[in-house]
């Protein structure tokens, strides 16, 4: 069984810990949606909602949990379908596996410290006293600031900037372009100028964590900025200085974040959504894209619009917009049949 | 005649195909807009708007179409204004030349393909397999991935990071900062924490197309985000995976994309416009600057708003909005006054 | 007195022009917020509403004007504390030493000059005719394209890209990712395609500008780009091409600024702001965040919204909205009421 394929089913079935409904003999050779997959592709049908597109499919085997029935291919049932898919792809299309050691390309300064079990591409910069953990990769292009520190198994993808003294814990993954580290932006106008306030605190990303193509999260004035075990964050977001963003929190592309502000655990902040400095989210809560948030949001609320409100008054009120127009001219009659009414019974 | 000028009037007219109404040995030096030309540039007027600002320019000479009149300075008449300032600004400003071969200082993995007409800029890092076509140029400190292929006469400015298998056609132009085919934002939560799920599809960037500083493209996570051919793309825009955004397509800067939009030919999505995902937009369809959209807009449609609506019924709402203060005083009186009527006819 | 510390308070009052309230020879380690310094820490409470705070905390001395009473630890006062602040910041953390010189792994084309006094990163990119001022730092990864001109006291962190004839002035700060001079987004559509207007003008950052990470500000078609003296800039902000910020503006992070828009001095764009092209701000206007612009902002005025209004407006309309869905309700009331009286009053 060669890793990235192609497998037999009953590899397949093995390897997910499947039950397998049809030929194990059967070998597949790559994964693909229901409605492009052929007779050597493996494809995966979701929920019950994904039945009607399985039964049409011209897979030669689909991932399935019980609740996808009356399927004609071979079947592979699963529990949990969506977590056996991940297994799958990764089957066919496994991580390249680490080449350690340091490129003769890169620049690491005396007294960095990068494991024998790191690796650190073509023109990559790892500066004094950074360390580099056992099965992380920094990438072609890379600059590892002074005193920074990466865990174990971090994958840097290439032109990742972390700054000096930010902290990296274990099994993070940044993509290309993210700038981690960067000042805060903070100035005190004196009268005459914006005079900058030293920004001289830290930046910790915890372990699990994933942040996206050109995201910035920038260094704490003082103390620190954290981003939490296990947060997910998008392209192109801002996480200003201070924020304290829990853990399993997800943060959709373009949002921004303000200065120090709390968000918790499990929380979700969709697209483009902005906060204003200060503003704490309670955990598990949610805000719909596009959203502006100034204050506060209670722990497990979804909230709306700018200025941002519960998301079911939110609703109401957009209905309510629609009307607007006509509202108008209804405020109009009734004026107009008050002012007839009015003069016909005058006492 | 010497690239980059000057040039006689009587060059430029042969050049342009223009009609020269002056003297053809006049020499002018350079391009200049109309309010800050002098005697040895030459400006334009693209429209007859722009007719006074002509007439009252300081420009040695003007290029202009039928419908500028009244200038007293040599003027170089053409059909297509637009078109004809985009060669003059050529012809003072070209292209520096493609100075082809490999900077000794670039690396470029064993088994890349890099065509002897290109370029590859210093410290710029080119992975196995990855292909350069003809005439194409990449820049300094950029990054190719394993397995990239770039079509002939593309331009990626000095750090752009193109991931591994991204497809790039002809004659495309990516600014410095771009990231192409960084991983797909996409988990499952599996009750206690997001697992990632593997994004392992690619990204497929058609001929002609544009794409600015700082702006993502993330690969699909199966299948292949397309950015089809002509469109034009914006600094720091993010367009999320399996995207299908079609041909002349327009997104300006800030734009975001999310995951399986469909975008039709010569759509527009003005500044900072955000899509939820699975949204599509008709073919030629606009939508105005910061507005929000889920669902779909027909072909042709110009729509505005979080949420969105059809531009004239946003119109009309804003419109009705500023009179929402004085609507709600004047529903006070009137139920005040329907009150005392009541009182007053009581039977 | 080792740069650094620790620091007795009489070094520090010396210093810092402070009159000190307390045991001169007590020796300070670091600076931390009230809430979190101890007995080695100086602490600063910037005005009255921290006075509560400053009497709790834990520090062992604590910056404050003469607004602050009734603290049992030693006292540093100073008429402006908030500058005091950005003094003893440095005094703790100092700036790092420059240390001059070309890195031997940077790249230095002939015919660039960097001045002996400045320092050149590693896999850095400086080429023909640039020129770097004393002082200056070009860090790792950086590319200064052909004729760019650094002045003095420049500070570029890794991965900054200076386009070819970018001008950027004394005490520039450019942190990482930030691309100044990429192409203006302009294209002419002449019936079959978007045909890209060569932009050919230039960007000039002027003295003490701060431009975060990855943000873009692009070169404008003819002419030039202005950042103006003092400005800050945040990090993801958008300029683009041919814009002219004033002098002392603030544009918080995400903002995005369109084509040739005037921004006059010391106005403030707050976070996730757009403004439509040809946009006018006058001087010291402030726009609050995710606002929306077209047209004009009279100098000192504060708007918000989308559209954008006067702020008060603005504030009454959204006050207005939340009692939207009510006033539907009472206008069908009202209706329905008039109807009955109609009915009963008929002549």
Redesign the interface.
């Known amino acids: 069984m060669a890793a990235g394929g192609p497998y037999t089913l009953a590899e397949l079935a093995a390897a997910l810990g499947a039950r397998l409904e049809g030929d194990p003999g059967l070998r597949v050779r790559g994964?693909?949606?229901l409605g492009?997959a052929g007779s050597e592709d493996v494809s995966f049908a979701l929920g019950a909602r994904h039945g009607r597109a399985a039964a049409a499919s011209g897979a030669g085997a689909i991932l399935a949990g019980d609740d996808v029935t009356g399927l004609a291919c071979p079947v592979l049932r699963v529990q949990?379908p969506?977590?056996a898919?991940?297994a799958l792809?990764?089957l066919?299309?496994p991580e390249?596996p680490l080449d350690p050691g340091i490129h003769r390309?890169a620049?690491v300064a005396e007294g960095a410290e990068v494991d024998p079990g790191a690796a650190v591409?073509?023109?990559a910069?790892v500066e004094r006293r950074a360390r580099i953990g056992r099965g992380s990769r920094v990438?072609?292009?890379c600059?590892v600031?002074?005193g920074a520190r990466l865990g174990e198994d971090v994958q840097l993808?290439?032109?990742v900037?972390v700054?000096d003294g930010v902290e990296i814990g274990n099994r993070v993954?940044v993509?290309?372009?993210a700038?981690l580290g960067?000042?805060g932006?903070g100035?005190?106008f004196?009268g005459r100028?914006?005079?900058?306030?030293?920004q001289?605190g830290g930046v910790r990303i915890e372990d699990?964590v994933?942040i996206?193509?050109?995201t910035?999260v920038?260094r704490a004035t003082?103390?620190v900025t954290v981003i939490g075990r296990?947060s997910?964050v998008?392209?192109?977001v801002?996480v200003?200085h201070n924020c304290e963003i829990g853990e399993?929190v997800?943060l959709?592309?373009?949002v921004?974040v303000?200065g120090s502000c709390r968000i918790g655990n499990r929380a979700v902040l969709a697209?483009?959504v902005?906060l204003?400095d200060h503003v704490t989210i309670g955990a598990g809560a949610i805000v719909t894209?596009?959203s502006?948030l100034t204050g506060e949001i209670p722990a497990g609320e979804v909230w709306s619009?700018?200025?941002a409100?519960p998301t079911g008054?939110a609703k109401?009120?957009?209905?309510?917009?629609?009307?607007?127009?006509d509202?108008?001219r209804?405020?109009r009659e009734?004026?107009a049949?008050?002012d007839e009414?009015?003069k016909?019974?005058k006492?």
Chains 1, 2, 3 share one sequence.
């Open positions: 994964v693909a949606p492009t949990a969506q977590t898919l991940i792809l990764r066919f299309h390249p390309l620049w591409g073509p023109f910069v990438g072609a292009l600059f600031g002074e993808y290439p032109r900037v700054r993954i993509h290309s372009g700038v960067a000042d932006f100035y005190a004196d100028a914006h005079r900058k306030i030293p001289v699990d994933e996206g193509a050109n910035t920038d003082l103390g296990g997910k998008d392209n192109l801002q200003a399993d997800i959709v592309s373009q921004g303000s697209g483009q902005g204003a894209a596009k502006g619009g700018i200025p409100r008054e109401r009120i957009w209905a309510a917009q629609r009307r607007l127009p509202l108008l209804r405020v009734l004026e049949r008050l009414m009015e016909r019974t006492p």
